[in-house]
């Protein structure tokens, strides 16, 4: 089992910045993905960006060159750094931790809501 905490969501105007976090009850060495993805209500939930163990990263398309995911080993803790935010990015953001053990497990946090206005 694994618990995350999200944290660092609210209200930003377009062109602002926000960074979230999320906070892992276990380490975060042993977790082979760790990712953010956000939902906007009628829409499926997306992938924004992950990290791996090794530390190689991934972006949604969308994202590239405004968002940052990176990691805290000693703090258990997975960022989501967020420049340049529009409009369209307003989602409920979600962690996400993936375990590969036999099959994938995965284990996702309670959401944080970012709100960027025009």
């Known amino acids: 089992q694994v618990q995350l905490v999200e944290s660092g969501g609210g209200l930003v105007q377009a062109g602002g910045s926000l960074r979230l976090s999320c906070a892992t009850s276990?380490?975060?060495?042993?977790?082979?993905?760790m990712g953010w993805y956000r939902q906007v209500p009628g829409k499926q939930r997306e992938l924004v960006a992950d990290?791996?163990?090794?530390?190689?990263?991934n972006y949604a398309d969308s994202v590239k060159g405004r968002f940052t995911i990176s990691r805290d080993d000693a703090k258990n803790t997975v960022y989501l750094q967020m420049n340049s935010l529009k409009p369209e990015d307003t989602a409920v953001y979600y962690c996400?931790?993936?375990?590969?053990?036999?099959?994938?497990?995965?284990?996702w946090g309670q959401g944080t809501q970012v709100t960027v206005s025009s």
């Open positions: 996400n931790a993936r375990i590969l053990l036999l099959k994938w497990y995965d284990y």
């Open positions: 276990r380490t975060i060495g042993s977790i082979n993905i």
């Open positions: 990290i791996t163990s090794g530390g190689s990263t």
